[in-house]
Antibody, heavy 122, light 106 residues
Framework: QVQMVQSGAEVMKPGASVKVSCMAAASSFSSQYLHWVRQAPGRGLEWMGLINPDTGYTTYSQAFHDRIAVTRDTSTNTIYMILTGLKSDDTAVYYC???????????????WGQGTLVTVSS | DFQMTQFPSSLSASLGDRITITCRASQDIRNYAAWFQQKPGKAPQLLMYSAATLHSGVPSRFSGNGSGTEFSLTIDSLRPEDVAVYYCQNYYSPPYNFGQGTRLEI
């Protein structure tokens, strides 16, 4: 089964940028949307954005305005989520998640990474 | 945006009970609704997609229903391992918002 392996925890200063990585440990990196979802302490799930690893197409939640970018490196089967202008409210666990299905029958959240805790504190 | 309103926010039930969680979309999302289970300290796990399709490996005690704007997740014969927070998600059109979650206690 495809595994999604994320980078380790980060502690960041307000105003800084963070880059979280997510690597697919199998050849099926392509052909499925890859999403980023976050969860603040004691709060619910918040969808952030996605990337099509084949084309590089991205779409983001407007809640993040222009602070988010998702990129991919097809040579290493890795996607990256970059969040800029960090605030204390950005303290959360960040998850990558791979879709399942195919074509118009795709569905979200087929496989999840283990999560990366990002703490924003002065 | 397609908002997802989930209720109840919390639910207490007994072993062996049958419970239902409801999710209402602010606009028609056809059958593009998914349900997730999240246990403390763990990543969410997919239970259901296309509103009523059971994900591989999920017990048949879980079932989903609905289309358009009203969706439900039912769990039959509650077991101790069902204690978790449950979320619905729209995946008809981005942003693919989640409901606020339902905390299930037994």
């Amino acid at each position: 089964q495809v595994q999604m392996v994320q980078s380790g925890a980060e502690v960041m200063k307000p105003g800084a940028s963070v880059k979280v990585s997510c690597m697919a440990a199998a050849s099926s990196f392509s052909s499925q949307y890859l999403h980023w979802v976050r969860q603040a302490p004691g709060r619910g799930l918040e969808w952030m954005g996605l990337i099509n690893p084949d084309t590089g197409y991205t779409t983001y939640s407007q809640a993040f305005h222009d602070r988010i970018a998702v990129t991919r490196d097809t040579s290493t089967n890795t996607i990256y989520m970059i969040l800029t202008g960090l605030k204390s409210d950005d303290t959360a666990v960040y998850y990558c998640a791979r879709s399942g299905g195919s074509g118009s029958g795709w569905y979200p959240g087929h496989i999840w990474g283990q999560g990366t805790l990002v703490t924003v504190s002065s | 945006d397609f908002q997802m309103t989930q209720f109840p926010s919390s639910l207490s039930a007994s072993l062996g009970d049958r419970i239902t969680i409801t999710c209402r979309a602010s606009q028609d999302i056809r059958n593009y609704a998914a349900w997730f289970q999240q246990k403390p300290g763990k990543a969410p796990q997919l239970l259901m997609y296309s509103a009523a399709t059971l994900h591989s490996g999920v017990p048949s005690r879980f079932s989903g229903n609905g289309s358009g704007t009203e969706f439900s997740l039912t769990i039959d014969s509650l077991r101790p391992e069902d204690v978790a927070v449950y979320y619905c998600q729209n995946y008809y059109s981005p942003p693919y918002n989640f409901g606020q979650g339902t905390r299930l206690e037994i």
